[in-house]
């Protein structure tokens, strides 16, 4: 049984890499690829921190070596797809944490990692620590937030318990609640702000009150549109259903 599961979750993990090299040319910009971080979070929950990381590096590697991309498309990737896994497994089943493992790995980590490897590796200029954050944190948003539906609505139909034992995954039952999806909206309005910021830095020479108030503007999307989720997804009470 084990030999058949470890053989189900080979050809799996196959399955994504394929998958992944053929869509990351989607919506892809230097510094961005949106359907790699769906990849990232849907690799992370099905199968764990540890093939995401393998599925993440197999990815990079070949676009690197047949699409001529940069090693951003490994420092875009690794870091995210390992820590969304590991947040995953330490909450216990809480698909927000995936997706906040994803943007934190990538649009922070590998952002600022991809500095020196760019600079020094592949001998670009005119780079700073944080001159990939912006970009990084947008794809991470996009991608991740296709993940996170995409894992949800398998979540809700009760399918995603279902390939999780079909692969040998971990499996956590009851992990998610409306609130905790929420309050993982809201953070990201934090990881929003920091981009925002970062953006109007580098590439804004003389920021007037318009530039300097759309930090603010983009954490407080974020938070309105994590309360109104919650109103929306928040269990009804016996005197709200009768």
């Not at 971990?170 to 999806?181: A, C, F």
Request: glycine residues 12%; proline residues 4%.
């Amino acid at each position: 049984m084990n030999k058949n599961k470890n053989l189900t979750k080979m050809v799996f993990l196959a399955m994504m890499v394929a998958l992944g090299v053929v869509i990351s040319p989607i919506l892809r910009v230097e510094g961005m690829c949106p359907m790699a971080h769906f990849i990232n979070v849907t690799c992370a929950v099905l199968l764990g921190p540890w093939y995401a990381l393998v599925c993440a590096l197999a990815i990079g590697i070949i676009r690197m070596a047949f699409m001529g991309i940069p090693p951003l498309a490994l420092t875009g990737a690794i870091f995210g797809a390992f820590l969304s896994g590991m947040l995953y497994r330490l909450s216990k089943g809480k698909l927000v944490c995936a997706f906040i493992g994803e943007v934190i790995g990538t649009g922070i980590i590998g952002a600022i990692l991809s500095y020196p490897v760019m600079t020094f590796l592949w001998g670009r200029t005119g780079l700073t620590w944080f001159f990939y954050v912006p970009s990084f944190i947008a794809g991470t948003l996009i991608g991740g937030s296709l993940g996170f539906i995409f894992l949800k609505h398998l979540q809700k139909a009760k399918l995603l318990s279902t390939f999780q034992k079909a692969l040998g995954s971990q499996v956590y039952e009851g992990g998610d609640t409306v609130l905790n999806d929420a309050l993982g909206i809201a953070f990201l309005g934090f990881i929003g702000y920091l981009a925002t910021l970062i953006a109007v830095r580098l590439f804004v020479t003389s920021p007037g009150p318009a530039a300097n108030s759309l930090k603010y503007l983009v954490f407080a999307a974020f938070v309105v549109g994590a309360f109104i989720y919650w109103m929306i997804k928040k269990p009804k009470t016996v005197s709200e259903t009768v």
